[in-house]
């Protein structure tokens, strides 16, 4: 079992960063692999980046790619999703999520993930 919890949203101008955090609760942490998610209203729930285990491999959407850097600190139990760039069109609540095994060709499609957090609201003005 693991128990997320995302923080570190806010309000940011179109151009903006923000970092978000994803702490997890377990000390099996190190060996899931997690992934970010967004869900903007009105919208289905859309995957955006993922890392593996270890941090060795990631993965990111294309809408998002060279603007956002998702990155992990094993030793602390937390993930992070740098946002750079950030634009309107982010504007969403982003959810980590954490999936245990080994299946990355499901994790990196944004498909396989056990447990979720309970969102953190991203919201990107003009």
């Known amino acids: 079992q693991v128990q997320l919890v995302e923080s570190g949203g806010g309000l940011v101008q179109a151009g903006g960063s923000l970092r978000l955090s994803c702490a997890a609760s377990?000390?099996?942490?190190?060996?899931?692999?997690v992934g970010w998610f967004r869900q903007a209203p009105g919208n289905e729930r859309d995957f955006v980046a993922a890392i593996t285990w270890s941090g060795g491999s990631t993965y990111y959407v294309d809408s998002v790619k060279g603007r956002f850097t998702i990155s992990r600190d094993n030793a602390k139990n937390t993930v992070y999703l740098q946002m750079n760039s950030l634009k309107p069109e982010d504007t969403a609540v982003y959810y980590c999520?954490?999936?245990?095994?080994?299946?990355?060709?499901?994790?990196?499609?944004?498909?396989?993930?056990?447990?979720w957090g309970q969102g953190t609201q991203v919201t990107v003005s003009s």
């Open positions: 999520a954490a999936a245990a095994g080994s299946a990355w060709y499901l994790y990196r499609a944004g498909q396989g993930y056990n447990y």
């Open positions: 377990g000390r099996t942490f190190s060996s899931y692999a």
